[in-house]
């Protein structure tokens, strides 16, 4: 382990060890200074007033702020299951042998991943209500601005996810689906059972990262008053009677999506780390004849 470590990273010396340390230091102090600077600014405004932070005391607005994390995370499950499925389609698609598929599912890719998604959601919004003829099995996108903030999030995020889904097959070794196709199995049971497992383990945190950025994203339903958090935090910065607690609100909103956001990461963590246990499994035990247990080989030398 030793030997690895020299190989692959160089301990520093005396003369880097107190740059490293100087650099640490300075950095923090700066840190301290831009904290303390946003405070002074705040403080100087009267964003720490009491006047500003009485709302969110009262059993009203802790009612609000908690109706609008639900639409939140209630627009996030459904935008985070529609785009994986959607994401599933389109990657199989980009990978089909069929030319057709292959240049129609990257077509829809392409176009997606660069249509600016505030643009995409304000048009499914107006869309409904401005076109003539719009079928009329798509009324509750009108209804409901849920919906063109959830159609939005999953066509934008679908194409990112399947972007990411194809790279982490096409990162496999390609033996595997040789030596599936050599056993006589046909290309869908090598995508579903072989491929596709495999790259979705092996993309796992970087397909948790774009759940994170569509959790943030939902704050663009703001646009079209769909009552999320962000939305919320306007209708609370806008009482008069508290002095517009705009900034107090904007913290508490934002405190709470750093606390999602960090409850997601860890998840990922977890989740890896949990499939990472299943995929190696443990050693198992050998049992000599004298009745006692010892290890594996192997197991002794942390191996």
Known sequence: MSQK?????DAPGPRAKVRNNIIGVVGVALLALGGYWIYHKFDQTGQFEKQKWDPFQYSGIQELIFDGLKSTLKAFALAVVFSLVLGALLAAGRLSDHKVVRWAATAFVTF??????????FFLYIAPAKLSGWPGFLDFINDDPMWPL??????????VQAETMRAGILALPRGQ??????IGMRKSQVMASIL???GIRAMLPTIISQMVVTLKDTSLGFIITYPELLYTAKQIGAVQDYGLPLIPAAIVIGSIYIVICMLLSAFAVWLERFLSRGRKGRPPKIKPPTGESIAAPGVAAGV
């Open 5 to 9: 470590a020299t190989v692959l990273f």
């Open 150 to 159: 959830v159609i939005g999030l999953t066509l934008y995020n679908g194409t």
């Open 112 to 121: 997606f991943r660069a249509m600016p998604l505030l643009i995409l959601i």
């Open 177 to 182: 689906s040789e030596a599936a196709y050599a």
């Open 196 to 198: 596709v497992p495999q």
